[in-house]
Nanobody, 124 residues
Framework: QVQLVESGGGLVQAGGSLRLSCAAS????????MAWFRQAPGKEREFVAA????????YYADSVKGRFTISRDDAKNTIYLQMNSLNPEDTAVYYC?????????????????WGQGTQVTVSS
């Protein structure tokens, strides 16, 4: 069983930055594919970024490439999402997700564990 707790959301002006954190429980954290998704009001949950085991790969949605950076610290059982150059279209609830697999998946249904979400609001 893996439990995920996100933090770091908030209100920021367009062009600003935020860093989200996701703390995970579980002894086998390092073997999990970890990802960030987001969901805006009235829209489906969408893939943002994912990180496989250290050294195995980073993946980003086209909409955030060059602006967002995902990283993980297995010693702290934590992943991060550094978000720069935020714009109002980034406003959403951001969720951390985990699945015990190596290969990338961007489909929410294929992730087994989810955090409660953290709100990110970008004002224009």
């Amino acid at each position: 069983q893996v439990q995920l707790v996100e933090s770091g959301g908030g209100l920021v002006q367009a062009g600003g930055s935020l860093r989200l954190s996701c703390a995970a429980s579980g002894r086998t954290f390092s073997s999990y594919l970890m990802a960030w998704f987001r969901q805006a009001p009235g829209k489906e949950r969408e893939f943002v970024a994912a990180i496989a085991r250290i050294g195995s790969g980073l993946y980003y949605a086209d909409s955030v490439k060059g602006r967002f950076t995902i990283s993980r610290d297995d010693a702290k059982n934590t992943i991060y999402l550094q978000m720069n150059s935020l714009n109002p279209e980034d406003t959403a609830v951001y969720y951390c997700a985990a699945v015990n697999r190596i290969s990338l998946t961007t489909r929410p249904a294929e992730y087994d564990y989810w955090g409660q979400g953290t709100q990110v609001t970008v004002s224009s």
